[in-house]
């Protein structure tokens, strides 16, 4: 497979573990930790029976007629909204807190953005009855209240990080920090394909339960476990790593990444890093990265708090690279256009990220027999500020437009 | 010779290495505090190339990074800056700055252009072993340029041995786990910690970083090492400095003494 990681965390040329040398050791106890128990039957038993029971899989694949009519093709929706806690970070949390408890760690760290990754990290600590802190940039605090609440109720303490942009990288930075200061007892829970070898091959192993269970599901739907194309959102990229990985090596298969655009490509407000970064490191990883010809890491923006990363898992920079994935790129309006159709058409509230995803469906075009599946990566429950706020200036651009020109 | 290992074969006191970070408190302020150190005695610098996200730093050189940068800080200023520097002084002098920057700039650019300047050595904490030793050793050697490597509490003995056969001019021993500015504990496992890192047969010399602010820690770091680099303490000081740089700076150093 061309696909997969080699044994120093390379996907082609990115990936790696650029990471201090006091983390050197834990990063190898981890990587030792992770061999040891990907293939550990009793490892295992425990965490699939977790993700059936506590998590709800398998998730759903289902046949969205009204949206497949719209587009004149036939779409299936992976329904990760529907796990526990509402997205797919669930399946990454519940793998590394089971490896966290065999590697003998008391304390789990976590970064968060838009506070999904940090609530299902929470839960899981509350579950595993381990001490857990979750950094978050002061400013996502602000924005992202309800989740910091669902946080505090399960245990959790949420540390206010202060220093840069105050969001999601400086977030990680901080988390980053913690770790190098507490390496024997802390560990820390990466929450997308991102950091230094072997976090990219982990969480990515965490998350290809969605196309494990993709293949099945068409197979039982369609009679064939292939379909013409998936579709996912990428900002750090676990759902499309999860989502792609049992499909890579079937060529005719299309992948197609969806990241933000924020308010376009070349608007300087964007989060959009494989149209607009170069290669470098960031967060122990040489990827694809949005920097400045200096180096310095440029502060990224979208509507969605999830796909707000200036950097991307290496896996898909590979991906890229090798023209194995195609990436697109929806802005913060696409996102709510599609947003508002999914709600509309088949009563579904997506999460911002998803609606990156389903903007995608404007920009393609399949034909009346094509299959194509989409990962709708969590629930909207959390970005309803955002969808009130986009509903009250779309009515009020529309009654100025009727006013204005209607008559 | 390259003038860190002039340094090594030549002091018998231990070495005061002092750290501060390009373009802070002012843009321009880089000779003046390279010329004042070497004047108020300091034995070798380090210059901090400042980084957008400094993940092995705590908050005061964090803030003196996000300053400089703010203040235009680049690598391709700092060269400027730095250019005729040698005309003036003979202090060693350390380059210590974050992967990413250097690899945008180039490492061969980077490495012909730092010697040109003066520099004699580098450090870029966030750059591995292995990394080095597969993709720029040569480029570095070739150079003249001495690389640098950290030992913490948790590198292992086979990586230690490693370490110092990579490292030229000095091992950078950092005295906890923890990033820059903390406190020295004094511990008996911080105790320990050095003495098994000074049995451990290392060919360089080792210079204790990280947590050192004044003269008590110097001292007590240096029983087991040939010196010790104060940083965070150092920026605080900047920070806090009047307009007499040069006299602010004559205190801080001899306050080592």
């Known amino acids: ?407 | 010779m390259n003038r860190i290992d002039h340094l090594f074969q030549n002091r018998e006191q231990p070495v005061l290495s002092v750290y501060f970070t390009a373009g802070y408190p002012g843009r321009d302020d880089t000779r003046e505090i390279i010329l004042s150190l070497d004047a108020a005695g300091a034995d070798m610098l380090e210059i901090g190339i400042p980084f957008s996200d400094p993940v092995a730093d705590g908050p005061v050189i964090q803030d003196s990074s996000a300053i400089a940068l703010r203040n235009g800080m680049s690598i391709g200023l700092l060269f400027r800056q730095l250019q005729g520097i040698r005309d003036e002084t003979a202090i060693p002098l350390v380059l210590m700055g974050y992967v990413n920057p250097v690899l945008q700039y180039g490492m061969e650019r980077f490495c012909a252009d730092a010697k040109a300047a003066g520099i004699d050595g580098l450090i870029i904490p966030d750059l591995p072993v292995r990394e080095y030793a597969l993709h720029y050793k040569d480029i570095v050697e070739a150079s003249g340029l001495h690389m640098i490597f950290l030992v913490t509490p948790a590198t292992p003995a086979d990586r230690l041995q490693e370490i110092d056969r990579l490292s030229r001019g000095f091992i950078y021993l950092v005295t906890a786990a923890g990033t820059t500015g903390g406190a020295l504990s004094g511990s008996d496992e911080q105790q320990a910690y050095f003495e098994h890192i000074g049995r451990s047969g290392l060919t360089q010399p080792l210079v204790a970083g990280f947590g050192i602010s004044n003269k008590q820690d110097f001292n007590r770091v240096c029983q087991y090492t040939r010196g010790a680099i104060v940083g965070s303490a150092f920026i605080r000081m900047l920070g806090a400095a009047n307009t007499d740089l040069r006299g602010n700076i004559a205190e801080f150093v001899q306050a080592f003494r």
């Not at chain 1, 929706?77 to 966290?100: M, P, S």
């Not at chain 1, 990428?234 to 299309?254: E, K, T």
């Not at chain 1, 599946?373 to 970005?383: A, I, W």
């Open chain 1, 1 to 407: 497979m061309q696909y997969t990681v080699d044994e120093y965390g390379y996907y082609g040329r990115f990936g790696g573990a650029f990471v201090p040398e006091i983390l050197q050791a834990n990063i190898a106890a981890l990587k030792a930790a992770f061999r040891r128990y990907k293939d550990d039957p009793a490892f295992c038993a425990e965490f699939e029976q977790l993700l059936k029971d506590y998590v709800g899989r398998p998730s759903p694949l289902y046949r969205a007629q009204r949206l497949s009519d719209f587009y004149k093709t036939n779409i299936y929706l992976k329904r990760e909204d529907l796990n526990h806690t509402g997205a797919h970070k669930i399946n990454n949390t519940i793998g590394q807190i089971l490896l966290a408890k065999r590697m003998g760690k008391t304390h789990v760290i976590a970064e968060t953005g838009a506070g999904q990754h940090g609530v299902a990290t929470a839960t899981v600590c509350a579950l595993m009855d381990i001490r857990c802190t979750v950094f978050m940039g002061a400013t996502d605090i602000e924005r992202q209240r309800p989740n910091v609440e669902r946080m505090q109720l399960l245990g959790a303490a949420v540390e206010a990080v202060h220093s840069g942009s105050k969001t999601l990288k400086d977030a990680a930075n901080e988390a980053i920090r913690y770790w190098i200061a507490h390496p024997a007892d802390t560990h820390y829970i990466i929450g997308s394909v991102i950091g230094p070898d072997p976090y990219p091959e982990m969480v990515t192993h965490f998350q290809q339960v969605i196309s494990r269970e993709m293949r099945a599901q068409l197979k039982e739907k369609t009679g064939s476990e292939l379909p013409a194309a998936v579709i996912a959102c990428v900002g750090g990229g676990s759902n499309a790593a999860g989502a792609f990985y049992h499909f890579l090596d079937d060529a005719d298969v299309a992948l197609i990444a969806v990241e933000a655009a924020g308010r376009g490509i070349s608007s300087g407000e964007t989060a959009a890093t494989i149209a607009t970064g170069t290669e470098g490191i960031i967060h122990g990883s040489r990827t694809l990265l949005m920097q400045t010809a200096d180096g310095q890491i440029v502060e990224p923006y979208s509507i969605s708090a999830g796909l707000d990363y200036p950097g991307i898992g290496p896996l898909h920079a590979h991906l890229h690279i090798s023209g194995r994935a195609r990436f697109l790129a929806a802005t913060d309006g696409q996102a709510l256009d599609a947003a508002f159709r999914l709600m509309q058409l088949e009563g579904i509230i997506p999460a911002l990220e998803s609606a990156h995803a389903l903007a995608a469906l404007d920009q393609l075009s399949f034909g009346s027999q094509d299959h194509i599946v989409l990962c709708l990566s969590g629930r909207g429950d959390k970005d309803l500020a955002a969808y009130h706020t986009a509903a009250a200036e779309r009515s009020a651009a529309a009654a100025f437009a009727y006013q204005h020109f209607s008559l």
